[in-house]
Structures are given as structure tokens and as C-alpha cells.
């Protein structure tokens, strides 16, 4: 039994860092799931904005009250890394950043959401059958069923699977759209009609 006082500053000072690798080196359920749809929004959010020349997403950060910048592909390692491991590995912050060069994060997310609600078809992506991750359009490896989870976007590929598998049993693309919405899966992003 140990005689300190957590409340003594001395205690801080002596922090267990075996106790905090093992803590950070767990996300739970639901903390997974949060990591895996911010990876598939950021997957929609850079084939939606890179194309117009942007060059990631910004954050407002609440703890230093300041926006913060970071490029495509540090954020998607960033977030990778996370589910992976449960930390996320230190980088530089954007030198110098041009803020009309980052599309806000949450302005990204409500246009995506739009784009998707008034044609649903319109979503991106692209199809397991054509070898891509229906959420983020990246190439799967070529054995049908060889993963899980996509390795772009980290995304689950068993809702893409269902919904074709129901598809091509003759449902409606809005029939599965409907059932998947009520299972609260994840809505794969096809390509048009």
C-alpha cells in the first residue's frame, strides 16, 4: 500500500508511466467507433475540398482557444495511429499556415452531409466489386474478403458488403439505405445510379 497523498505534490512528480502506456493503449467500443467515422469523414471531407486546391482541415481548439491546421494526410495518420495504439504521436503544427488553404472542419461536415442528403447517389466512393472502399474510393487488395476494416480509412467494410449483398437480392438502394440507417451502420458512399 503506498503512504503518499495523492493530493501532495510530490505524488505528480512520481506518476506511473507503466500505468498511463497501459491506459493509452486502450480505446474502448464507442471510442473506436468515433475514431473510425472521424476517418471516414476525413476520407469524404479530402475528395470532397483537395480537388479545390485545399490542403487539410482546421480545428478549434478549445483548450488554447486558438484554430488549429493540419495537412490530409498528418491528420489521417494522426487518427490511424489513435485507433491503433490509443495516443496519437507527436507532430509540428503547420508552420506558417494560410487559413484559406484549410476548409473548417465542421463547415466541411455539414456541406458533406448536404451534398449526401440532397443526392443521396452523389455520395463518394467507390464499390467492393470494382476492388475500391466504398466509404474513402482507396484500392482494397485484390482477394475479395482479404480485410475487415478498410486500410485507407479504417472504416468497417461489413456495412458495404451487406448493402450489396441486399442489392443484388433485388432491395432498392433506398430500401438498404433505410435498414442500415435504422442499424445505425455507416451508409456507403456508392457511386451514382
Same mark, same amino acid.
Not at 121 to 146: I, K, N, T, V, Y
Given at each position: 500500500?503506498?503512504?503518499?497523498?495523492? $493530493?501532495?505534490?510530490?505524488?505528480?512528480?512520481?506518476?506511473?508511466?507503466? &500505468?498511463?502506456?497501459?491506459?493509452?493503449?486502450? *480505446?474502448?467500443?464507442?471510442? /473506436?467507433? *468515433? @475514431?473510425?467515422?472521424?476517418?471516414?469523414?476525413?476520407?469524404?471531407?479530402?475528395?470532397? $475540398? &483537395?480537388?479545390?486546391?485545399?490542403?487539410?482541415?482546421?480545428? !478549434?481548439?478549445?483548450?488554447? %482557444?486558438?484554430?488549429?491546421? !493540419?495537412?490530409?494526410?498528418?491528420?489521417?495518420?494522426? *487518427?490511424? /495511429?489513435?485507433?491503433?495504439?490509443?495516443?496519437? #504521436? @507527436?507532430? &509540428?503544427?503547420? $508552420?506558417? +499556415?494560410? +487559413?484559406?488553404?484549410?476548409?473548417?472542419?465542421?463547415?466541411?461536415?455539414? !456541406?458533406?452531409?448536404?451534398?449526401?442528403? /440532397?443526392? #443521396?447517389?452523389?455520395?463518394?466512393?467507390?464499390?467492393?466489386?470494382?476492388?475500391?472502399? +466504398? $466509404?474513402? =474510393?482507396?484500392?482494397? +487488395?485484390?482477394?475479395? %474478403?482479404? @480485410?475487415?476494416?478498410?486500410?485507407?480509412?479504417?472504416?468497417?467494410?461489413?456495412?458495404?458488403?451487406? =448493402?450489396?449483398?441486399?442489392?443484388?437480392?433485388?432491395?432498392?438502394?433506398? =430500401? @438498404?439505405?433505410?435498414?442500415?440507417?435504422?442499424?445505425?451502420?455507416?451508409?456507403?458512399?456508392?457511386? %451514382?445510379?
Amino acid at each position: 500500500m503506498d503512504d503518499r497523498d495523492e $493530493f501532495d505534490d510530490d505524488y505528480d512528480d512520481e506518476y506511473d508511466d507503466e &500505468e498511463e502506456e497501459e491506459y493509452l493503449g486502450r *480505446l474502448d467500443g464507442e471510442e /473506436a467507433v *468515433l @475514431v473510425r467515422r472521424d476517418l471516414d469523414d476525413l476520407a469524404a471531407f479530402r475528395a470532397t $475540398f &483537395e480537388p479545390e486546391g485545399f490542403k487539410g482541415v482546421s480545428l !478549434y481548439c478549445a483548450d488554447c %482557444g486558438e484554430e488549429h491546421y !493540419y495537412e490530409w494526410d498528418m491528420l489521417q495518420h494522426n *487518427l490511424a /495511429a489513435l485507433l491503433e495504439s490509443g495516443a496519437t #504521436p @507527436v507532430h &509540428e503544427p503547420a $508552420f506558417d +499556415p494560410h +487559413p484559406d488553404e484549410y476548409v473548417n472542419w465542421e463547415y466541411a461536415q455539414g !456541406y458533406v452531409d448536404g451534398l449526401s442528403d /440532397a443526392d #443521396p447517389s452523389a455520395r463518394l466512393g467507390g464499390s467492393l466489386a470494382d476492388g475500391q472502399c +466504398p $466509404f474513402c =474510393a482507396a484500392g482494397l +487488395p485484390e482477394e475479395p %474478403g482479404a @480485410v475487415t476494416f478498410c486500410p485507407a480509412c479504417g472504416q468497417h467494410l461489413g456495412p458495404a458488403r451487406l =448493402a450489396e449483398a441486399l442489392e443484388a437480392e433485388g432491395w432498392s438502394r433506398d =430500401a @438498404v439505405d433505410e435498414l442500415l440507417s435504422l442499424a445505425r451502420l455507416p451508409l456507403p458512399r456508392r457511386p %451514382g445510379r
